[in-house]
């Protein structure tokens, strides 16, 4: 697949700005994931990758609104990226179908959930756990497609259990207005007391946003990965006003830095096509 920031069909990667721009922030090998915005006549298609339109020509016709993993090749003198598609064959042709269904099932889930926060008058903060469930039983449909999406994920769980690479949870009642929950949580080999868990979701302002924590049992170390790090300052603040209550946990903010460019396709890419 061949990009262009310029729309010219005739001339891919010219020297566009946002050809540019997607230069600048790329490396080859690193794998994004984008948003198909719009098929047009003859392969082409306006896609969305990390904020940026683009002009593409792809190998394969996709829905509209498909969510397509591609690995960068080049990025001069023209951007060609690979499609990573279930025709790949293998394993990771397997492992993206199932993050493709899971994907699709959380999508649906979350359309509905947001109207639903709404209406109950729940936006705008993180729900508790019994929040959410009792949402869910007021909801059936919203149940029903919650249900959906977590089913999806216990075979990408089961994936990485196998491969002793650790568990995934969907858990959006911790985001809830945000997009594209995903828990990851591994305990360490050397010792069970130690734990990591990163908590990932897609926040409007933000963009992908990583929380990492590192556990034992007296203390819990957090820290916050952005894609778009502007926003650092303000998180910081209101972290800063969020206390544990309990006094006897000891908690320790380590700071809000940058999500490297690697890891804008998601923990699932990262974790599964690494």
Same mark, same amino acid.
């Given at each position: 697949?061949? &990009?262009?920031?310029?729309?010219?069909? $005739?001339?891919? $990667?010219?020297? $566009?700005?946002?050809?540019?721009? /997607?230069?600048?922030?790329?490396?080859?090998?690193?794998?994004?994931?984008?948003?198909?915005?719009?098929?047009?006549?003859?392969?082409? *298609?306006?896609?969305? &990758?990390?904020?940026?339109?683009?002009?593409?020509?792809?190998?394969?016709?996709?829905?509209?609104?498909?969510?397509?993993?591609?690995?960068?090749?080049?990025?001069?003198?023209?951007? &060609?990226?690979?499609?990573?598609?279930?025709g790949a064959g293998g394993a990771a042709a397997n492992?993206?179908? &199932? @993050?493709?269904? /899971?994907?699709?099932?959380?999508?649906? /889930?979350?359309?509905?959930?947001?109207?639903?926060?709404?209406?109950?008058?729940?936006?705008?903060?993180?729900?508790?756990?019994?929040?959410?469930?009792?949402?869910?039983?007021?909801?059936?449909?919203?149940?029903? %497609?919650?249900?959906?999406a977590a089913n999806c994920v216990h075979p990408l769980?089961?994936?990485?259990?196998?491969?002793?690479?650790?568990?995934?949870?969907?858990?959006?009642?911790?985001?809830?207005?945000?997009? !594209?929950?995903?828990?990851?949580?591994?305990?360490?080999?050397?010792?069970?007391?130690?734990?990591?868990?990163?908590?990932?979701?897609?926040?409007?302002?933000? $963009? =992908?946003?990583? @929380?990492?924590?590192? *556990?034992?049992?007296?203390?819990?170390?957090?820290?916050?990965? =952005?894609?778009?790090?502007? #926003?650092?300052? %303000?998180?910081?603040?209101?972290?800063?006003?969020? !206390?544990?209550?309990?006094? %006897?946990?000891?908690?320790? #903010?380590?700071?809000?830095?940058?999500?490297?460019?690697?890891?804008? *396709?998601?923990?699932?890419?990262?974790?599964?096509?690494?």
């Amino acid at each position: 697949m061949r &990009i262009s920031g310029s729309g010219n069909s $005739g001339s891919y $990667g010219g020297g $566009g700005s946002r050809s540019d721009r /997607f230069r600048n922030r790329h490396r080859p090998g690193q794998k994004v994931r984008g948003v198909l915005l719009k098929n047009l006549p003859d392969s082409m *298609a306006w896609v969305e &990758i990390d904020g940026e339109r683009l002009l593409a020509q792809l190998e394969t016709v996709h829905p509209e609104g498909s969510r397509l993993l591609f690995l960068i090749q080049q990025l001069t003198p023209k951007i &060609i990226l690979k499609e990573l598609s279930a025709g790949a064959g293998g394993a990771a042709a397997n492992a993206l179908g &199932i @993050v493709s269904d /899971f994907d699709s099932a959380r999508t649906l /889930f979350e359309n509905r959930l947001r109207p639903a926060l709404a209406q109950a008058g729940l936006s705008e903060r993180p729900l508790t756990q019994p929040e959410f469930l009792l949402l869910l039983a007021q909801t059936p449909d919203l149940y029903a %497609a919650y249900l959906d999406a977590a089913n999806c994920v216990h075979p990408l769980s089961k994936a990485l259990e196998s491969a002793n690479k650790g568990h995934l949870a969907y858990q959006p009642w911790l985001a809830p207005s945000s997009r !594209r929950q995903i828990t990851f949580v591994k305990t360490c080999e050397a010792t069970s007391q130690l734990t990591e868990t990163i908590v990932e979701f897609e926040h409007d302002k933000m $963009g =992908l946003t990583r @929380v990492q924590f590192l *556990a034992n049992p007296d203390t819990l170390s957090c820290r916050v990965l =952005l894609q778009h790090p502007e #926003h650092a300052e %303000a998180l910081s603040r209101y972290l800063g006003s969020r !206390r544990h209550p309990d006094a %006897a946990f000891n908690v320790q #903010h380590l700071g809000i830095g940058k999500l490297p460019r690697t890891s804008h *396709a998601g923990i699932l890419a990262e974790l599964l096509f690494r």
